[in-house]
T-cell receptor, first 112, second 114 residues
């Protein structure tokens, strides 16, 4: 079955360390997105990519980086520059025809 | 600025009762509209979407939503709630514009009591 796989489900990071969250899809979707979810704030867009080797900043890109070397993969790196990285991170993808997003099951990152 | 508002943070309904979750949008033009549901610790699942045409949209799990242009609203409804409907619900809006930037509301958490 097609879908989006995010790994790991839970991640713990020490302050000052970079960490990479994985997102893989086998839906042949063109566009992929990273959102951050905090209680009471809904979903906020971090980065998005419409095609391979191209991506754009979202509303809260500071302290994050991404790459899109393959259509199926869109990893997110949370760098030490992100001041408050503890959150639930969601990856999503869609075809370019506004059919709505397919979401992964998320990664909960905790800074310890 | 474009925005999506869900005025109810938390709603409690009895099992078997009807449900209506409110959503209002503020856009210069009519956006595409979506409702998603999220179970605890999980990703979001698309319930239904409105692009154009019939203003009453049917979705999965017995949900429906009505688009009202005059009120800039897209409220989600269900005639009879089941305990398994307890979750958080997000309204979202998107203007066609090439890069498909979606704005999400802050969510409404639904509690279902016996």
């Amino acid at each position: 079955d097609g879908g989006i796989t995010q790994s790991p489900k839970y991640l713990f990071r020490k302050e000052g360390q970079n960490v990479t969250l994985s997102c893989e899809q086998n839906l042949n979707h063109d566009a992929m997105y990273w959102y951050r979810q905090d209680p009471g704030q809904g979903l906020r867009l971090i980065y998005y990519s419409q095609i391979v080797n191209d991506f754009q900043k979202g509303d809260i890109a500071e302290g994050y980086s991404v790459s899109r070397e393959k259509k199926e993969s869109f990893p997110l790196t949370v760098t030490s520059a992100q001041k408050n990285p503890t959150a639930f991170y969601l990856c999503a993808s869609t075809l370019q025809d506004l059919t709505g997003y397919t979401f992964g099951s998320g990664t909960r990152l905790t800074v310890v | 600025a474009q925005s999506v508002t869900q005025p109810d943070i938390h709603i409690t309904v009895s099992e078997g009762a009807s449900l209506e979750l409110r959503c209002n949008y503020s856009y210069g033009a009519t956006p595409y509209l979506f409702w998603y549901v999220q179970s605890p610790g999980q990703g979001l699942q698309l319930l239904l979407k409105y692009f154009s045409g019939d203003t009453l949209v049917q979705g999965i799990k017995g949900f429906e939503a009505e688009f009202k242009r005059s009120q800039s609203s897209f409220n989600l409804r269900k005639p009879s709630v089941h305990w398994s409907d307890a979750a958080e619900y997000f309204c979202a809006a998107e203007l066609s514009g090439g890069y498909q930037k979606v704005t999400f509301g802050t969510g409404t958490k639904l509690q279902v009591i016996p």
